[in-house]
């Protein structure tokens, strides 16, 4: 096991998704750990990243952003994506630092992933540097 920590990172609420690997990131080498980020298409596909290179870190940061629409999709992504990250740390005991948003609209993931300001990326990768 890498002696590191695994960021995933779904981008695809691009500008909400830097600023949130940017806090993580920060947080991290602050703390003098190292990692590594792997890029998903969508908050959906975070649990199968995590799962796919859970026996090659120490640790996990999960960043992404769902936004509330017109349709149960939004439920369906947010509720899933969040049940099986806890799954999936509770069967390893690895910590999973949780920054996946779940906004009502986009001025609130735009609040919420603020470098200057609390920023959940930050918060997640706190989260699973005090487990660690």
């Known amino acids: 096991m890498k002696n590191k920590v695994l960021i995933v990172n779904s981008n695809y609420y691009k500008n909400i998704s ?8 920060e947080e991290l080498k602050k703390n003098n750990f190292q990692y590594d980020v792997l890029t998903a298409p969508g908050c959906f596909e975070i649990p199968y990243l995590i799962s796919k290179n859970i026996n090659e870190y120490m640790g996990f940061i999960a960043l992404g952003c769902v936004i ?11 509720n899933e994506c969040a049940r099986k990250i806890i799954d999936i740390s509770n069967n390893s005991l690895k910590p999973i630092g949780f920054g996946v ?23 997640a990768a706190n989260a699973c540097i005090k487990l660690l």
């Not at 830097?18 to 990131?25: M, P, R, T």
């Open 101 to 123: 948003l779940t906004c009502e609209n986009i001025n609130q993931a735009i609040e919420r992933s603020d470098i200057t300001k609390k920023n959940k990326g930050k918060e």
């Open 68 to 78: 509330r629409g017109e349709t149960y999709h939004f439920n369906l992504i947010a």
């Open 18 to 25: 830097e600023n949130l690997l940017q806090g993580a990131s």
